[in-house]
């Protein structure tokens, strides 16, 4: 099946520091990785979509320049928290999805997802 | 935009017995309708979809009906085992490259 890799699984930061995160199709091509941000014991809430080589579309409320998204590859996007706080604190998930056509199509697959801390 | 609701937010069951979760959408243009299962600390896992050219499909223990008319998708899991204990968020896709939409999830605990 499709495999979708985060790295790192958890990082503990100091306040005032940047932290990338990165998001890996393994095995398909994604044409789309989504960025939700999950607060415990609530559902995803969708952050960011990037397409490969264009710009991220952000939801309202999500800052751009606080998280930076880049989606160099049609495997590989990352999410930089620029300057983070205590409030940043949260669980980060990526997904991707497939090309139109392709075997896993429009079908979302999910990372393991990234434990971030600020301290 | 659609909206997705889910039902209910928590459940219990106790081993060997079914469990049941419920979710309707809004957007009759809607037409795929997947279901993640999301253990403790990890990402939701992708466990069975249903396409709106079908009524129903079956995984195993796992099976999903979907009632275009009504608007509604259900989560069916037999034989429930203590492993089965995890979050579900159902979730509705209009088709083409458009944004899915997840329900608020439910948690599933089945009591040995």
């Known amino acids: 099946g499709a495999v979708v890799s985060q790295h790192p699984s958890r990082v503990i930061c100091k306040s005032g520091t940047s932290v990338k995160i990165e998001c890996r199709s393994l095995d398909f091509q994604a044409t789309t990785m989504f960025w939700y941000r999950q607060f415990p014991k609530q559902s995803l809430m969708l952050m960011a979509t990037?397409?490969?080589?264009?710009?991220?579309?952000?939801e309202q409320g999500v800052e751009k320049d606080k998280f930076l998204i880049n989606h160099a590859s049609l495997t590989l996007s990352t999410l930089t928290v620029t300057s983070a706080h205590p409030e940043d604190s949260s669980f980060y998930i990526c997904?991707?999805?497939?090309?139109?056509?392709?075997?896993?199509?429009?079908?979302?697959?999910f990372g393991p997802g990234t434990r971030l801390l600020v301290l | 935009g659609e909206n997705v609701e889910q039902h209910p937010s928590t459940l219990s069951v106790q081993e060997g017995d079914s469990a049941v979760i419920k979710c309707t959408y809004s957007?009759?243009?809607?037409?795929?309708f997947p279901w993640y299962k999301q253990e403790l600390g990890k990402g939701p896992q992708l466990i069975i979809d249903?396409?709106?050219?079908?009524g129903e499909k079956k995984d195993q223990r796992i099976a999903v009906t979907l009632n275009k008319t009504a608007k509604h998708f259900s989560l069916h899991i037999t034989e429930t085992q203590p492993e089965d204990s995890a979050v579900y968020f159902c979730?509705?896709?209009?088709?083409?490259?458009?944004?899915?939409?997840f329900g608020t999830g439910t948690k599933l605990q089945v009591i040995p």
């Open positions: 990037s397409n490969e080589g264009s710009k991220a579309t952000y």
């Open positions: 249903i396409r709106s050219n079908v």
């Open positions: 979730a509705a896709h209009p088709g083409g490259y458009q944004k899915v939409t």
């Open positions: 957007d009759s243009a809607s037409n795929y």
């Open positions: 997904s991707a999805r497939g090309l139109a056509g392709g075997p896993v199509q429009e079908t979302q697959y």
